[in-house]
């Protein structure tokens, strides 16, 4: 059997690597001696290496919404660090955050060109770069508003309900996942889908305690997760543990989608 | 990181054989003590003699897990020996040979739902006391493909481990107040003594690639892939996930 969550000496990949969730796992890799590359916004990840002092950890900036450059970006970080054993897309370039009646259409195209069409483009491209080897896992991450829909009443006055265009987009990353998944099987790839419940970001907890109670109310488990809450499904998912686990969404909502 | 178990206690049903084995020596690498369950008195003692032997605490229970007299004895079992009970693994489990639904007779429809979904219900009756008790628990529930994606001749087994994952989501919901987690697994078919009861044929290499076929990756699951995610499940790292059932299946239900 392998060893347990070993990813040491493993080349890890993490767009949106210095977020709310990004950062909790970049950090748990560079602890498990994985050699990461923490891709986000310029700058951020760079900040994160240095707060926290990360040793294996190189930070990078990439434009994702830029979808003709990607494949080329992705070949040269390639050559550079090589080709990745684990790819975590995490970032989203997030949706107008509009109410349905104001969303126009260019605004819902919007976050399906700058969301959706990114998280195709580098998986194949990725994907391309793993299968001569033959091995490879990646890890996309879908949202319970791809799986069930906001409660409105939930939201207070004045804040807009999980938009429309987020869901949508996020119910089509699982598909993809599932198609990628048939598609590269063979190859030996892994494609999964982390799915997770609540989890607001520190502004949202600060600023909407009333939200974060009803949010809490709609798990089983009673609160909103924590970032440490992601990392061990993720780390999961990346090493050879799920070996035989593809084209799966692993729930982690406190049972939020459950019931 | 080995030990991601430590100190926690884990009852593994059917762990004299098959996943059940493989789950046994998962946890014990990680720190966890043992208690092999199985109907099977000999498997159960060789499968803990040779956790014992590796220098793991183990111990083995004879248990009929549709004998709710024998799922107290065995919830007793693991907190006299080690003084509390963790993790539950409902693994346990049966079916009727592959063949047209109406040749299963009633008498082996009977036993199946009392192996493979009454179980699930006894082992709420004697692990919740406990669990709440000590303020927190951990179901996993071996459940199966065949609850996702039924495959013909499997009728009965199907809608058994249907029951097996739709309780799942019900003991997680229901006991999420009390820090109970549940969560099951969904193998698709593996190299286990069950292989040739679900295949209906000959045990060939022809007949292994019919059902090879169906399978993104390529092969049979193993019952160390099933080991694998018990692990992910009984591990604090899970704390959030819960009411959710893993597909452990090489892409089978996509």
Redesign the interface.
């Known amino acids: 059997?392998?060893?347990?969550?070993?990813l040491e000496g493993k080349q890890i990949w993490v767009t949106g690597g210095a977020g709310h969730l990004g950062s909790a796992i970049v950090r748990e890799l560079d602890a498990?001696g994985a050699h990461t590359l923490c891709i986000d916004l310029p700058g951020k990840a760079e900040a994160l290496v240095h707060q926290h002092a990360l040793r294996h950890t190189t930070p990078a900036a990439f434009d994702l919404t830029d979808v003709d450059g990607l494949p080329a970006l992705i070949a040269q970080s390639a050559q550079v660090h090589g080709v990745p054993d684990g790819f975590v897309h995490l970032a989203y370039a997030s949706s107008a955050g509009k109410r349905l009646e104001q969303l126009t259409p260019a605004d819902f195209q919007h976050t399906f060109d700058k969301a959706l069409t990114p998280a195709f483009v580098l998986s194949r491209a990725v994907a391309e770069l793993m299968k001569p080897r033959g091995s490879g896992s990646i890890v996309l991450f879908s949202s319970m508003y791809g799986v069930v829909a906001p409660d409105p009443r939930i939201y207070p006055a004045g804040m807009t309900p999980n938009p429309i265009d987020y869901g949508a987009s996020k119910a089509a990353v699982l598909q993809l996942a599932?198609y990628l998944?048939?598609h590269y099987?063979?190859s030996?790839l892994?494609f999964n889908c982390v799915t997770p419940?609540p989890f607001p970001s520190a502004v949202v907890q600060q600023t909407h305690p009333a939200l974060i109670g009803e949010l809490s109310r709609k798990?089983?488990?009673?609160r909103i997760?924590?970032s440490a809450?992601?990392?061990?499904?993720v780390?999961?998912l990346l090493t050879d543990?799920?070996?035989?686990?593809?084209?799966?969404s692993?729930?982690?909502?406190?049972?939020w989608?459950?019931? | 990181?080995?030990d991601?178990l430590k100190n926690l206690v884990a009852v593994v049903t059917g762990g004299g054989s098959g996943f059940g084995e493989?789950i046994c020596?998962?946890f014990a690498?990680?720190g966890a003590r043992i208690i092999v369950a199985d109907l099977n008195v000999a498997a159960g003692l060789r499968v803990a003699q040779a956790l014992q032997s590796q220098g793991h605490e183990a111990e083995s229970c004879q248990v009929d897990v549709s004998k709710s007299i024998d799922m107290a004895r065995l919830v007793e079992t693991a907190v006299k020996r080690f003084g509390r009970m963790d993790v539950m693994v409902n693994n346990a489990g049966m079916s009727h040979p592959n063949q047209p639904m109406l040749q299963v007779t009633e008498a082996e429809f009977d036993r199946l739902y009392q192996v493979n979904v009454k179980s699930i219900y006894l082992s709420a009756v004697h692990c919740v006391p406990v669990f709440r008790r000590q303020g927190g628990g951990n179901f996993i529930n071996i459940a199966s493909t065949a609850a996702v994606r039924p495959r013909p001749g499997l009728s009965w087994y199907n809608g058994s481990k249907g029951a097996v994952v739709l309780l799942t989501?019900s003991l997680?919901?229901e006991l999420?107040?009390d820090?109970i987690r549940a969560n099951a697994i969904n193998p698709s078919i593996a190299d286990t003594p069950l292989l040739t009861t679900f295949m209906g044929v000959v045990d060939t290499p022809e007949n292994r690639a019919r059902f090879v076929a169906s399978?993104?990756?390529?092969?049979l699951?193993?019952p160390?892939?099933v080991?694998?995610?018990a692990?992910?499940f009984a591990?604090p790292?899970?704390?959030?996930?819960?009411?959710?059932c893993?597909?452990?299946?090489?892409?089978r239900?996509?």
């Open positions: 059997m392998q060893p347990w969550h070993s498990s599932r998944a048939v099987g063979p030996g892994r419940g798990t089983a488990l009673g997760g924590a809450d992601i990392v061990g499904p780390l999961f543990s799920a070996a035989f686990v593809t084209g799966h692993l729930a982690v909502d406190g049972g989608t459950a019931w | 990181m080995p991601r493989s020596h998962a690498d990680q989501k997680a919901v999420a107040p820090k399978i993104p990756l390529g092969r699951c193993r160390a892939d080991a694998n995610a692990v992910f591990d790292a899970s704390e959030f996930v819960t009411g959710t893993l597909e452990v299946d090489g892409g239900c996509i």
